[in-house]
């Protein structure tokens, strides 16, 4: 299952974490200038509990909310109104969404890497256990998941082109459309000629995260490899979705820095290009950073559990179509309460290892991040049922 002979990735740091590289497809530049302008211009301090009321109201009204309310909404300011927040949050996700949450696994098809980044476990530079699924041994493990009756599943790799490259994640496609309904990716950005290949072979949805708005905290984090270029990944999801893409997924690793300035960046951004596509079915994740493997450095700006939940609430009200994605990185209790006032979709069954589902043998490659929550789909339905929800295990039919 290993792929012992795969030469590791010549990862070397392009200097200019800005500038494109030659063969990088770009995006809208007036996007992104919006989106930087307004996270570098966002004083949380500044806006009072004042303006996070009105921010409130306006969002009981139905109102479009601005970025100002948005900003009042994520500001410390705002953290003794979080009851209010969340009760808005609850009656618009019940409105925009009814009492569905959608249920999802992921599949981790190879966990090499050619970049560097310093909170991943699967950097280069971390001396892990390396695998890549075969495809025979991708469809074992696909069959497996679906056995469970899930009818989701997000193909992800690490970002190495050389050892999952655009015909492997192809037909990797290709076998999880046979298994599933809905078929999401999370793996490199390419360029919109690439992403309309996964398309044609079954991809639904791409999500990539920016991880940080901060372009100087980018660079810090992303020492080497094509990661390193920000705005390449910025405008990953436009090209996504030029090239046919149901939907797309946006996120920030919330505690790499400054995690309320990086929520503003991101539901800027989704907003953003959300104008640019109507169409597009438009969603959030909010990871927080996790402990990795061989990391004991990593010292996270902590983010607590009621800012998360500020964090979501925000976000919902601000883009009240857009899906929010709560994963196994938070705790049981945590994703128990969030599906009821603003998480649309949750992960069950998971494992974050390579070959981690029992239908390819044992666990070949070690995982990303630990997770806190080892629920499997029959117990996360319970949860939702338990909870007056409503388990949907595909929200899309092809005829
Ligand atoms: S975050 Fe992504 S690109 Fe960075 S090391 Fe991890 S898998 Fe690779």
Redesign the pocket.
């Known amino acids: 299952m290993s792929l012992p002979t795969l030469p590791r990735q010549d990862a070397a740091a392009p200097p200019d974490c800005m500038t494109l590289l030659p063969d990088m497809e770009p995006g809208d530049p007036a996007v992104m200038r919006a989106v930087l302008e307004g996270a570098a211009a966002y004083e949380p301090l500044a806006y009072s509990a004042d303006d996070a009321q009105k921010a409130l109201r306006a969002a009981a009204r139905g109102d479009t909310l601005s970025p100002a309310d948005l900003g009042a909404l994520l500001a410390p300011a705002a953290a003794p109104l979080l009851e209010d927040a969340a009760r808005l949050a609850q009656q618009v996700t019940r409105a925009r969404f009814g009492n569905a949450v959608g249920i999802f696994t992921p599949l981790y098809l190879s966990?090499y890497?050619?970049?560097?980044?310093r909170?991943?476990?699967?950097?280069?530079n971390?001396p892990i256990k390396r695998a890549r699924l075969s495809l025979e041994e991708a469809e074992a493990e696909l069959r497996a998941i679906a056995a469970t009756g899930l009818e989701e599943i997000l193909l992800l790799?690490?970002?190495?082109p050389d050892a999952a490259g655009l015909d492997y994640i192809a037909a990797a496609c290709r076998l999880a459309r046979e298994h599933f309904r809905v078929v999401g990716l999370e793996v490199?950005p390419m360029n919109s000629a690439d992403y309309a290949v996964l398309r044609e072979s079954g991809a639904d949805f791409v999500t990539v995260?920016q991880?940080t708005y901060d372009p100087a905290l980018y660079a810090t984090v992303?020492p080497s490899?094509r990661?390193r270029v920000f705005p390449y990944r910025f405008y990953a999801q436009e090209r996504a979705l030029r090239a046919g893409m149901r939907g797309a997924g946006f996120g920030s690793l919330l505690g790499l820095g400054p995690f309320r300035r990086d929520v503003l960046a991101v539901a800027l951004h989704a907003r953003l290009t959300q104008r640019q596509y109507p169409h597009a079915e438009l969603s959030f994740s909010v990871p927080r950073l996790r402990p990795i493997i061989n990391n004991d450095d990593l010292k996270p700006e902590g983010v607590s559990e009621a800012e998360l939940c500020q964090v979501i609430c925000a976000l919902r009200l601000f883009m009240p179509f857009a899906g929010i994605t709560v994963s196994t990185r938070e705790s049981p209790r945590f994703r128990d309460h969030a599906v009821l006032w603003g998480a649309t979709k949750v992960s069950a069954g998971v494992d974050v290892g390579i070959g981690g589902h029992g239908g390819a043998g044992e666990r070949a490659g070690d995982g990303?991040f630990e997770i806190s929550d080892r629920r499997s789909l029959a117990e996360m339905r319970a949860m939702l049922l338990a909870r007056g929800l409503q388990p949907v295990l595909s929200d899309h039919s092809y005829v």
């Open positions: 966990n890497c050619a970049n560097g980044c909170y991943c476990g699967f950097s280069r971390n790799t690490g970002e190495s490199y995260f991880e992303h490899g990661k990303q």
